[in-house]
């Protein structure tokens, strides 16, 4: 019989245990995760200097001394706690690297580094719904392209929101962890923010 993969909760009971196996296995399933959420937002004018895979593997280093006071207080639900480890890294390239403001579809707000322009495409794309149409690829990429505009217009809570739902694929109680709401909060936010873009695109926008 195969042994089933402890999952994360099993994994952290085994770490409070004092377990360092179970610890390297934990960190290890998500640095793919926190690699992608880095490499998405990290400016561009960074990646000749810094690699996303440096930025992760010093969050992790992090997060192995901190473990034993997190499984005893558990703040956060495990993802949101770790993403948050690389986040503050994240946020600490930015104000040491970046001189000089750069506008892209996302402007900086406080702690938030500025959406790159290439995520903000990938982004747009996630929201415009896809058409089986071979006519309509042209309208559609017309329509994509003024997506990523109209981010931009949006508050930054709510754009927000939709990064992490549709580039970082963050579960709804993962975003409420992240960003301090209910999980109702986190749905009525991100239907106000999909409303206010099918007001701008009508049916343009996926569900």
């Given at each position: 019989?195969?042994?089933?993969e ?10 409070a245990?004092?377990?360092?196996a179970a ?37 992790l280093t ?20 770790l ?60 329509r994509?392209?003024?997506?990523q ?22 579960s709804t ?23 206010q ?11």
């Amino acid at each position: 019989m195969v042994q089933e993969e402890p999952d994360t909760d099993q994994l952290l009971v085994r770490v409070a245990e004092g377990d360092a196996a179970a610890r390297d296995r934990l960190l290890a399933r998500h640095r793919a995760r926190l690699r992608k959420m880095v490499a998405l937002r990290l400016d561009r004018r960074l990646w000749a200097r810094v690699d996303p895979s440096d930025v992760v593997q010093e969050a992790l280093t992090d997060a192995a001394q901190k473990l034993p006071k997190y499984v005893q207080e558990r703040p956060l639900p495990f993802y949101p706690w770790l993403r948050q480890l690389a986040w503050e890294r994240l946020i600490q390239l930015h104000r040491w690297h970046i001189r000089t403001a750069k506008r892209t579809v996302t402007r900086e707000d406080q702690d938030i580094p500025a959406l790159p322009d290439d995520s903000a495409l990938v982004l747009a794309d996630s929201l415009v719904a896809r058409s089986s149409s071979p006519s309509s690829g042209l309208r559609r990429s017309e329509r994509r392209k003024l997506a990523q505009k109209l981010l931009a217009q949006l508050s930054p809570p709510e754009r927000e929101v939709l990064v992490l739902r549709y580039l970082e694929h963050l579960s709804t109680r993962e975003i409420g962890a992240v960003l301090g709401l209910t999980e109702a909060g986190v749905k009525s936010r991100h239907l106000r923010a999909l409303r206010q873009l099918r007001d701008l695109l009508g049916d343009e926008v996926g569900e």
